[in-house]
């Protein structure tokens, strides 16, 4: 029986995809050095200036916002402060200004990608067969394998590792985008309809408005997938916490890397309660 | 004249549609249709016209096809076959830039729960027809305003739906679609979701406003009470045909096969309808205690001209009118023996409503309802009409 099936020569699936991704990084290599370069510098700039802020400041800038976000109540608050102060104390402030910084990158890349492609595949049943199934690969990858392609297009550093984390990151947005849409009721959409509205008028004055909160829950799950990527990420050289965490792991430093860890976390937390709020509102 | 002609349209959903569509043309009926083909028929070869300032009542109950049949004339869905023309225009051969200006400028559609946007303000959901025209803010809002005004609803303008009651909803979906100022009004069982004394409130506005503004109306609904009352025309539908078209009168008088008649006749609620039902307290002397001043008080009292007349044991014996009563008082009598009159018909409570009908009508006084000799209330005519009126309303709306 091995016999037979040890005969069928092995698929060259592995071989493939190495001759493609050489083509792409033999051919494409002017634009990719263009998006590291021009990204590097870009993240760099936003690092810079989150750094020269005085901590002091950002510290009861981010309360004053939490404050706000959650209605006038103290807790989250007053838990941004001690985190925040925590982290600072640590010594690892510059080390999370990275993170926000690659943070704030790829959440955004990936909510600027993931948005319309979330329409795309609310309007079109066609687009929403090719799509989801893309989506699937993309979540149930494990987030380390993109990692391949991030450094063969982009070398290592921190353009890498927004790739990664945009990759591993979109789909909640994408999907939380095409299920609003869908759950907007057929009464509301026929009375825009039937009132002359445009593709456009539909989308933008009644689609949208009434997905939002749902698209939100999404792009709260894309930022905290986002971070989740940061240690992962610091393994082909983007800077920030989870490098710490990462020269933990390797030297077997339990206690700098429960810090690391714990500043991740307390991190995290911030994130994830802000932007939940603003979807309260 | 005629706004709206339907000629020959099919409505087949599902898949097959070819097939199915040749049936159809063969006269087979729906549920042969879906056992060969699979596909649903929405519409089944619907004709009808409707004229200028008309308005059009298009009745069934669930499933028999209205909703689609509404939803075909402004093409939110398109029909499989046939052609509908609006002012002369087949609007099934229209782009959609044609068919948007047709659906923004001629006909409005009120939907059955309301269609609110619930993002918006009342002012900003009735501008939102103006808005996706173009028209400039201050020209909508002033539009809009006014049709709120109209509605009498302008207090609430910065209001979101949601803050307001069904039936102010419902004004809200009304003054919407009239603030575009549309020759034809599409109205999807716009008043099913309101609770019967609202519903009445709302045709009665409807029926006001039509005096004034004279639109052609095209109306949903499954009440047949709502139909006979609004309808100038009503178009019967079952499994997606239409069975008779004609005036409430012909149709109730002549209606054209079995299930018309069927149908008539559920909605016939005195059939089942009891005296206890409809009757109501009764404003009652004491023969033995009250004398002609205490019964003319409370004759002034309850606003009524006849007392009931019972004694200390609530045993029924006779009525007394306001007349009688004013002259005993004169004469100065201390009891109302002398003017007890005794000819009242009276009824029990388990009776049917439907048997009564013939004593009440011809009786100009009102029916005594007892109940083992004892008086348990009394049948005033006014009410009993009433009754099954709004009765029948609830029955056929819970269907």
Same mark, same amino acid.
């Given at each position: ?281 | ?193 309101? *609770?019967?004394?609202?519903?009445? $409130? &709302?045709?009665?506005?409807?029926? +006001? ?7 052609? %109306? /095209? ?117 109302? *023996?002398?003017?007890?009159?005794? $000819? &009242?018909?009276?009824?029990?409570? +388990? ?7 013939? %004593? /009440? ?39």
């Amino acid at each position: 029986m091995n016999k037979i099936l040890d005969s069928i020569p092995t698929v060259p699936v592995a071989e493939t995809m190495e001759t493609i991704m050489d083509w792409l990084t033999s051919n494409l290599s002017a634009l990719f050095s263009f998006i590291q370069n021009g990204g590097k510098n870009a993240m760099n700039f936003i690092t810079d200036m989150l750094i020269s802020i005085p901590p002091v400041i950002f510290i009861l800038v981010i309360a004053l916002i939490a404050f706000i976000a959650t209605k006038r109540k103290f807790g989250l608050a007053i838990f941004a402060i001690v985190g925040l102060l925590f982290i600072y104390n640590q010594g690892l402030w510059e080390e999370l200004m990275n993170t926000v910084t690659l943070v704030i990158f790829s959440s955004i890349i990936a909510i600027i990608i993931g948005i319309p492609l979330g329409i795309l595949m609310s309007k079109s049943i066609v687009a929403e067969n090719i799509i989801k199934p893309i989506l699937d690969f993309m979540q149930t990858m494990p987030g380390f394998v993109y990692l391949i392609p991030a450094v063969a297009f982009f070398g290592i550093g921190v353009v890498p590792g927004v790739f990664a984390s945009v990759i591993f990151a979109l789909p909640p947005t994408v999907r939380f985008t095409n299920l609003g849409i869908r759950q907007v009721p057929r009464e509301l959409v026929e009375a825009a309809d039937s009132y002359g509205s445009t593709g456009w008028q539909k989308l933008i004055k009644v689609e949208l408005p009434l997905a939002k909160s749902t698209m939100m829950a999404g792009i709260n799950q894309t930022v905290l997938l986002s971070l989740s990527m940061v240690v992962i990420a610091s393994m082909i050289g983007a800077p920030g916490l989870g490098r710490e965490v990462l020269s933990a792991l390797q030297r077997a430093q339990v206690g700098n890397g429960f810090v690391a860890g714990l500043s991740l976390v307390i991190f995290a937390i911030i994130v994830d309660r802000l932007t939940q709020s603003f979807n309260k509102k | 004249m005629t706004k709206i002609k339907v000629e020959n349209v099919t409505k087949i959903f599902g898949k097959h549609i070819n097939s199915a569509l040749k049936l159809v043309e063969q006269k087979k009926n729906k549920t042969e249709i879906l056992k060969q083909t699979g596909a649903t028929i929405g519409v089944y070869d619907a004709s009808f016209s409707v004229n200028e300032g008309e308005i059009f009542v298009i009745m069934g109950l669930s499933g028999s096809g209205k909703s689609t049949l509404v939803r075909l004339l402004n093409h939110l869905i398109e029909p499989t076959s046939g052609s509908i023309y609006i002012d002369g225009e087949n609007i099934s051969k229209m782009n959609k830039q044609q068919l948007r200006a047709i659906r923004r400028e001629k006909m409005s559609m009120v939907f059955q729960n309301f269609g609110l946007f619930p993002q918006r303000t009342v002012l900003a959901n009735t501008e939102y027809g103006l808005e996706v025209r173009g028209i400039p803010k201050e020209e909508r809002t002033k539009k809009a305003e006014a049709a709120l005004d109209n509605a009498g609803l302008l207090p609430y303008k910065d209001q979101l739906p949601s803050q307001l009651s069904g039936g102010m909803q419902q004004r809200v979906g009304l003054a919407r679609a009239l603030a575009n100022d549309p020759d034809i009004l599409l109205m999807d069982e716009a008043f099913s979701a309101l *609770d019967p004394l609202i519903r009445k $409130d &709302m045709q009665d506005e409807l029926l +006001d406003l039509q005096q004034k503004v004279r639109k052609t %109306i /095209i109306f949903i609904t499954h009440d047949l009470n709502e139909a006979l009352r609004i309808g100038d025309r009503i178009a019967l539908m079952k499994d997606g045909k239409i069975i008779q078209i004609g005036t409430g009168e012909e149709i109730l008088t002549n209606p054209a096969n079995d299930y018309v008649r069927t149908f008539l006749e559920d909605v016939d609620r005195s059939k089942v309808l009891t005296v206890e039902n409809a009757m109501i307290r009764p404003i009652s002397v004491n023969v033995e205690i009250d004398g002609p001043k205490v019964a003319l008080k409370r004759m002034r009292e309850e606003e009524v001209s006849v007392l009931l007349a019972i004694d200390k044991n609530r045993e029924f014996k006779g009525y007394i009118t306001a007349d009688d009563a004013l002259e005993a008082a004169k004469r100065g009598e201390k009891n109302v *023996d002398s003017i007890l009159k005794t $000819d &009242m018909e009276s009824v029990t409570p +388990d009776m049917l409503i439907q048997d009564v009908l013939g %004593i /009440i009508s011809e009786s100009s006084i009102p029916l005594a309802v007892v109940k083992e000799n004892k008086l348990v209330g009394v049948l005033i005519k006014g009410v009993v009409i009433q009754s099954l009126a709004s009765d029948t309303e609830e029955v056929t709306s819970n269907e």
